[in-house]
């Protein structure tokens, strides 16, 4: 464990998990001069050389902040796929919309990462960073007070905080323990995912078919690989996981129109199960919330770290702006809720209202949902406004 046992410090922030998005508010208060603490249960171990199949689409606004932090630069670059077009077809035929960085104005859409790479990365951040980390840690207790909050840890080690940022994820401790609820709700969807060498290069397109079976992207992965993200109905999902490998492959190519010809598995399907969820409220006294812990979206849209990633830009600007005021102060914490309120609530609509509109059997909704793509993709300035809002 790194950290002292019972050491009882008083600490400015201590951010609890160190997942991608707690990890990055630690690392972007590195030199703020806060005296700032991180707990998690289970440190990342070093990634071999298999290709992982947790793969984010980084947007060009999170990649700016992850440089900013100095994480950035500390990935493989034979690693990371720049995004050049996207292609994104509905369930008619030629209902179809496509974006490209170049129409855009952008250097790349987004960029593909591996999950693991990126935490490895932001790790190394941290332990540069003069943050106490305390890892593998858990919390057993959390008392608010007036001046400051006292975290304890399940080993004894009782923590003083000003400022408590939940980063532990959808099932949030911090949230619980701070008494703020949460509405959640299951899609009854799985997110099936798995990584393919391709027949057929990508030339770095990432493609997106809304199916009558789900949400099917192929996201382009250096080299000629490519990472599925299938959202689907949970039984469907099932389905998918327990296919002999020759058999997943062949469904997963039809389901994409053979847009990349053959493939061949390089990394088993695993199926994560979707929900919404949103916390009642992203703060409460001495407690800000960011990341999964605050809202959880549907990975259609490919922006739910992206999303956190946001949070923990801005409640590092906000903090670091404060002047002398106390980093737990209520109007600190109020302007760190506001700043984020817009971006949360628009992702949040634009995610459930395509899962809605796709999710939708009959001929009406199939109409409108396919000459909305159609449409779209002849409005250049509508179809340049979309672009801008998911690469942040
Ligand atoms: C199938 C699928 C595909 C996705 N694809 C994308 C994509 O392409 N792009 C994108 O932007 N997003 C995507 N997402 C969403 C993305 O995975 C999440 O939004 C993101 O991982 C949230 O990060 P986080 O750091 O907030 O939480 P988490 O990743 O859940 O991290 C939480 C951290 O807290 C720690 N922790 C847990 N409990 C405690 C505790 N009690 N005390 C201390 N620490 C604790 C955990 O160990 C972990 O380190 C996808 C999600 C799914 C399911």
């Not at 975290?151 to 080690?157: E, I, S």
Request: proline share 5%.
């Amino acid at each position: 464990m790194v950290g002292h046992p019972r050491d009882a410090a008083p600490f400015d922030v201590v951010v609890v998990g160190a997942g991608l998005v707690g990890a990055s508010v630690a690392a972007a208060l590195a030199g703020s001069g806060l005296r700032a603490a991180v707990v998690e249960p289970t440190p990342p171990s070093r990634p071999g050389d298999d290709w992982d199949s947790r793969i984010y689409a980084i947007s060009p606004a999170s990649a700016a902040f992850l440089a900013e932090v100095g994480a950035w630069e500390r990935l493989d670059r034979a690693r990371v796929q720049p995004v050049a077009a996207m292609c994104v077809s509905g369930d008619a035929p030629g209902a179809r919309l496509e974006f490209s960085a170049y129409e855009t104005g952008v250097a790349a859409l987004a960029h593909v990462v591996e999950s693991a790479r990126l935490q490895q990365a932001l790790w190394q951040v941290l332990e540069a960073s003069g943050a106490r980390l305390f890892a593998p840690a858990q919390c057993a207790g959390l008392d608010v007070g007036e001046r400051a909050a006292t975290l304890t840890l399940a080993d004894g080690t009782a923590l003083s905080a000003r400022l408590v940022v939940g980063a532990d994820g959808a099932q949030s401790w911090v949230r619980r323990n701070a008494r703020l609820t949460a509405r959640a709700q299951p899609y009854g969807q799985l997110g099936v995912v798995a990584n393919f060498a391709l027949a057929q290069a990508h030339r770095g397109v990432a493609y997106q078919w809304f199916r009558p079976d789900g949400v099917l992207a192929y996201l382009p992965l250096a080299g000629d690989r490519m990472s599925m993200v299938w959202s689907t109905p949970a039984a469907h999902g099932r389905e998918l996981v327990a296919l002999e490998q020759a058999e997943l492959c062949r469904r997963v190519a039809a389901a994409g129109q053979g847009a990349l010809g053959a493939l061949a598995l390089l990394t088993a399907a695993r199926a994560f199960p979707l929900q919404r969820l949103t916390a009642q409220s992203m703060i409460a006294p001495r407690v800000a919330l960011v990341g999964d812990a605050a809202h959880v979206v549907h990975p259609l849209a490919g922006q739910g770290v992206n999303l956190g990633f946001g949070d923990a830009r801005v409640l590092a600007r906000v903090l670091r702006a404060r002047g002398p005021a106390d980093p737990g102060d209520r109007a600190v914490l109020r302007r760190y809720e506001r700043a984020r309120a817009e971006a949360i609530l628009a992702m949040r609509a634009v995610t459930h209202g395509l899962v809605g509109l796709f999710g939708q059997a009959g001929t009406i909704p199939s109409r409108l949902r396919n000459a909305g793509l159609n449409l779209t993709d002849r409005l250049p300035v509508v179809k340049n406004l979309l672009v801008r809002h998911a690469v942040g």
